[in-house]
Antibody, heavy 124, light 107 residues
Framework: QVQLQESGPGLVKPSETLSLTCSVS??????????WGWIRQPPGKGLEWIGS???????DYTPSLTSRITMSVDASKKQFSLQLRSVTATDTAVYYCARHGRNAYKELLYFDYWGQGILVTVSS | EIVLTQSPGTLSLSPGERATLSCRASQTIGGSLTWYQQKPGQAPRLLIYGSFSRATGVPDRFSGSGSGTDFTLTINGLEPDDFAVYYC?????????FGQGTKVETK
């Protein structure tokens, strides 16, 4: 059973960088059958996909955040990470990491396993 | 960007009733649609993928249908555990987008 767990600071100051890590267990983080994604949910609101990263096959970011985000995979630690720069109060949200499946044609699909989420508040 | 519009925003029903939730896409997405269930304080849970295929462990009272731009999630015989928020998500084209959610609440 694949399990994911987010970690990182729960409070970030405006204009600083939000950094989160997702630890993966029960599955291979280097498999080309999956990307690894981040999704966020502002309090009381809906879900927003941020981006997805693969160990060896690239990145896919949402256009509205491309200029502020960096994602990477550390296979030795079985972790992947998110950095979101120049944060403001509108970046306050629960951040989820999730496994982003692919089909036989290498097309990205849906998110089948999710972490429990971590609330990150942007405030001075 | 493909916009998904869910309706209604809230559905007030009693246990045992049928829930019918709609998700409409701003452009055709074939059958590339997923439904998730989210309970308060929890992560979303995959329910339906490929418009109608149930994920592992999902009871058969949940069914999905539709293709192109119009999709439906039906819950036959609501159980207390089913009262939650439901989101659709398209995976036809990046950016991968979600609907705004439908809350199924107890009447």
């Amino acid at each position: 059973q694949v399990q994911l767990q987010e970690s990182g600071p729960g409070l970030v100051k405006p204009s600083e960088t939000l950094s989160l890590t997702c630890s993966v267990s029960g599955g291979s983080i280097t498999s080309d059958s999956y990307f690894w994604g981040w999704i966020r949910q502002p309090p009381g609101k809906g879900l927003e996909w941020i981006g997805s990263v693969s160990y060896s096959e690239g990145l896919d970011y949402t256009p509205s955040l491309t200029s502020r985000i960096t994602m990477s995979v550390d296979a030795s630690k079985k972790q992947f990470s998110l950095q979101l720069r120049s944060v403001t109060a509108t970046d306050t949200a629960v951040y989820y990491c999730a496994r982003h499946g692919r089909n036989a044609y290498k097309e990205l699909l849906y998110f089948d396993y999710w972490g429990q989420g971590i609330l990150v508040t942007v405030s001075s | 960007e493909i916009v998904l519009t869910q309706s209604p925003g809230t559905l007030s029903l009693s246990p045992g009733e049928r829930a019918t939730l709609s998700c409409r896409a701003s452009q055709t997405i074939g059958g590339s649609l997923t439904w998730y269930q989210q309970k308060p304080g929890q992560a979303p849970r995959l329910l339906i993928y490929g418009s109608f295929s149930r994920a592992t462990g999902v009871p058969d009272r949940f069914s999905g249908s539709g293709s192109g731009t119009d999709f439906t999630l039906t819950i036959n015989g609501l159980e207390p555990d089913d009262f939650a928020v439901y989101y659709c998500q398209q995976y036809r084209r990046s950016p991968w987008t979600f609907g705004q959610g439908t809350k199924v609440e107890t009447k």
